[in-house]
Each structure stands twice: as structure tokens, then as C-alpha cells.
């Protein structure tokens, strides 16, 4: 089966023009390739901060879970919903956009507010606890988030990177290198004939 060419007339302009672009398309591609290699070594950079926060999530939420059913237990649904109501915020979190690559994704910072003293009455001793590794747990689940939705976004940029660079690779300039050679052998292929007919007419002419 014949190989597809670009429908293009064979002229040495169009060959001079196709020259130009395949070159562009081959800087376009080692630009692509460098970028993929970059955004894969972040993937695989972000993956080990994932995992590593990941397992220091489940360990701070396992242990403020643990708390908070001690705590349930001493004060009971209803002291223990009373106190929380008037628990005042324990983390401020600020979200702004981050870019690396090309691209973009939120950066969680996290800080921890002091404590505000809250009555005594009615509460026991296990609830402060509670409330500490409660907030605790958050810093991590937030830097978690973050990383979570950079991972993911990285591993969508890497994907489309690796899909253009493999389609300028085995499609695109290909394409473009067979036209070329295409150009190429029809013009030497007028110019042989160009020159066997000069060749006929001056054997006719007699010269």
C-alpha cells in the first residue's frame, strides 16, 4: 500500500516551504520531549510526597478519631455538640494559584490559630486533645489536597504531551519527510527528463 504524501504541487518553492516547516516540526518536538521528561520526573517527584503524606494522613486521622471517641464517651452527644458550637476556627487555610510547566494548581497554606479558652464547665480533659489532633489531621489533609490535585493535573499534562509527541514522531514528520523525498524525486525526475529531451533535440539538430 502506498505511503500518504501531503496534496501539494511538486515545485521547488513548495519543497524549499516544506523543508522549512519539517524543521520547525522537529524543534517542536524536542521541545515536547524535553517537557514531557520534565513533567514526568515531577510526577514521580509529587508521587513520593503523596504517598508520604497519604500514610501521615490516615495515621493523624486514626489517632484523632480515637480521641474524639474517648472524648464521646466522657461527655456524651449533647455536651460534646454544645462544645464544639462554640469552638472557635482552629486553622486558617488561603488558597492561591500555583504554576509549574504550564500548569496550574492550587497552593494550600495551612496555619494553626490559637487556642481560645472556652468554660470549663461541662467538658473534660480528653476534649482539648480531640481538638488538637482534629486540627492537626487538617493541616495534612489540606497540604494533601494540594498535592493531590498538582499530581493529578501533571499526570493530565504528561498524557497529552506524550500523545503529541508520539503523534509528531510516527505521524506528523513522517509525513512531512516522505512528501519532501516525494518533491525531491519528481523534480529530479523533470529535470532527467528536461535533459534527455535537450539531449534528442541536439542530436537532431546536429550539435
Known sequence: MAQRVLKVPPTKNTLLALKKQAKFLEEGHDLLERKRELLTRL???????YRRLRSEAEARLQTAYRCLAITHLHMGSRRLHQAAVGRSAALRVDILPRRSLGV????????????????LLGTDSSFDDTCENLAQAAMVLARLGEVEIALHRLMEEQRKAQKRVNALKYNVIPLYQRSIQFIQSALEEEERTSLFQIKILRERSGF
Not at 43 to 49: G, K, L
Not at 105 to 115: G, H, K, N, T
Open 43 to 49: 510526577v514521580y517527584e509529587r508521587i513520593d510526597v
Open 104 to 119: 496550574e494548581y492550587p497552593a494550600v497554606a495551612s496555619e494553626r490559630l490559637p487556642i481560645k479558652p472556652i468554660g
